[in-house]
């Protein structure tokens, strides 16, 4: 063997492969899969998955899990098509509902970390209490409410050919790379995820790095939901439920331990885009929704199995 | 404690530990579901009825069943992500496949039966050969039995045998049904727990390595485990066919985060080892009364759901003060 690789890397770096090579294979079906106008829609596609599994990725770095997310993109949206039609500026009400979801998150962590309640309870539990909440705004799930100008711009403009919402997200990862490789909380969240009685007693702030990760999947969530209304111009109670899945699933094949401790952005960027990828491919083979559910499942038991095959060479 | 123990040591302390400790939750939620069935008769005395609370335990059947399923795999410290969706596929096995079949014929929902079997046998061969974590491989399964069902059955329709309508609301000579599904699932509990397999299953569940070092074969009781988790999400849907009388593939998500409420508020530890399916049972009839209750009061749809989110966490919260407060150094 020559140099070793990061066991962290090689399984992102795995991820990585699976996306890529659907990639390569769409393209060789379809040569216009790999058009500059599909690849800005896939970006967009994805982006809504990498926002919804950044949060998730925090949390389940440090040893949880985060069920709340579809209800909160949903609050995301529709709260936002509310305010905006009742004319609040469209920013300020993003803002407030950016500070909204990460307050939901901060209650997620009080729970699981100082009531120490189950992650899946906890958040399944406040998760309902947002579902009871936008029922009760008047609004039940065939009904849908306009999504506001602000949102649908995100979505939609370019900067370079780029879609902004792209942008957004390429700078999000950047940040979130950043602050798990070369800060104190990045390091403390690892080493929380790994082992929380050894990192509590190696001194590292525990309460506070998970009540964080939750915190961070709450906001991250209300921001997928409010670009999830922009794209598809209206918001509605159900419009997060597929989320629940792709969320924890782009985690998955991205490489990271559903255990905690290891794994990183990149690799769910990458799961985000294979899901993307194959939601977008297998219309082109006249295969159904059917057929794209159990691709989905067969693809996170391949990236989970080529992930330890990763690690056991790098390890 | 010591570290060494006898198989037959071990399993008197399995099942020891799990009658020992069960009593206080378990009267917690016997007196929670007391309270809410007298709340729920008080405001519609119409329910005092064999035949009312009859149509209550039917609607809240598959709900049971799910729970009882996802109960096994939580006690052997795993997780079922795929219940409701093996659920929806022999859901919609029995509404494409049945449909002309009467009578005599009903040796065919063998088949169906089986087929909810091999799908938990995959999730246990996956766990407990394939070495994955149960969330991960029952969240490929979710989706993978998801789009089985959507493939036999692309929307809702179909048509179900009466043979199961009639099974699901009809009567077992002056008893209604639904008690008697209801009995047959408690029943099975009483006997599993009893069993050898029982024993082993609360032991991998409370202690892996203990119970391997003790002679346990941790893989092939996975196995099991998922395999009859899988039996009963099966049984689940053929049940939801009786009751609705269509297949409804797309309905297995919805069951899925109510199955681990119930189990939860029911008190079973999703650490493992400890709880059980009579206690998932009370689970699933505490959030039914809450939501009959909200009904009967004739108050808005919603408050039924944040009331249930709201008995979920108080419920839990009660549950881990005394962890709370006996280990309040350490945070």
Known sequence: MTARIPRRLSATAAAYVVCAALFAFATIHSSSFASAGHVRQLLVFASFIGFAGLGETLVILGGGLDLSVPWLMALGGMQL??????????????????????????????????LRIPPIIMTIGTGALVEGYLMKVGLNSSSAVTAPKAAQTLVENRVAGIPLVALVWIGAAIVTWWVLKRTVFGRSLYATGANEAVARLAGTRVVAVRVTTYAASGAAAAFAGILLAGYIGQAYLAMGAPYLFSSIAAVAIGGASVLGGSGSYWGTVAGAG????????????????????????????????????ARRGAG | M????????????????????????????????????????????NL?????????????????????????????????????????????????????????????????????????????????????????????????FNGVALLILPTDGGAVPTTIT???IGKVGPIPSPYVCVAVVLAFWWFLRRS??????????????????????????????????????????????????SGTPAAGDGFLLPSLAAVVIGGTSLAGGRGGIGLSVMGVLVLTFITDLVTNLQLPSWVAIVANAAMLLLVVSIRSLPNVLSRKETP
């Open chain 1, 81 to 114: 098509s509310i305010w905006s039609a009742g004319g609040m500026p469209s920013g300020l009400a993003i803002v407030l509902l950016l500070a909204i979801g990460a307050a939901i998150g901060l209650v997620n962590g009080l729970g699981v970390t100082l």
């Open chain 1, 274 to 309: 294979t899901l993307t990828i194959l939601a977008a491919l297998l219309p082109t083979f006249n295969l159904s929704n059917a057929a794209l559910n159990i691709v989905y499942g067969l693809v996170i038991l391949l990236a989970v199995g080529a992930s330890r095959i």
């Open chain 2, 2 to 45: 010591s570290a060494v123990a006898t198989p037959a040591e071990r399993a008197t302390r399995a099942t020891g530990v799990s009658l020992g400790r069960l009593p206080r939750g378990q009267w917690g939620t016997v007196l929670l579901l007391v309270a809410l069935v007298v709340a729920d008769v008080a405001v519609q005395p």
């Open chain 2, 48 to 144: 005092a009825d064999v035949d009312q609370i009859g149509l209550l335990l039917q609607t809240a059947l598959p709900a049971v069943l799910l729970a009882a399923a996802q109960t096994l795999a939580v006690l052997s410290r795993g997780v079922d992500l795929s219940v409701g969706s093996v659920m929806v596929t022999t859901n919609v096995l029995v509404a494409t496949k049945l449909g002309g079949i009467e009578g005599s014929h009903m040796w065919a929902i063998v088949p169906i039966v089986a087929v909810g079997v091999a799908a938990g046998l995959v999730n246990g061969a996956l766990i407990a050969y394939g070495g994955l974590e149960p969330f991960v491989a029952t969240l490929a399964s979710w989706a993978i």
């Open chain 2, 166 to 168: 009639n099974l699901v």
């Open chain 2, 196 to 245: 050898p397999l029982g024993v082993r299953i609360l032991a991998v569940g409370s202690d892996e390595s203990r119970a391997f070092l003790n002679g346990i074969d941790v893989r092939r009781t996975k196995l099991w485990v998922y395999g009859m988790s899988g039996l009963i999400a099966g049984l689940a849907g053929i049940y939801l066919a009786g009751a609705t009388s």
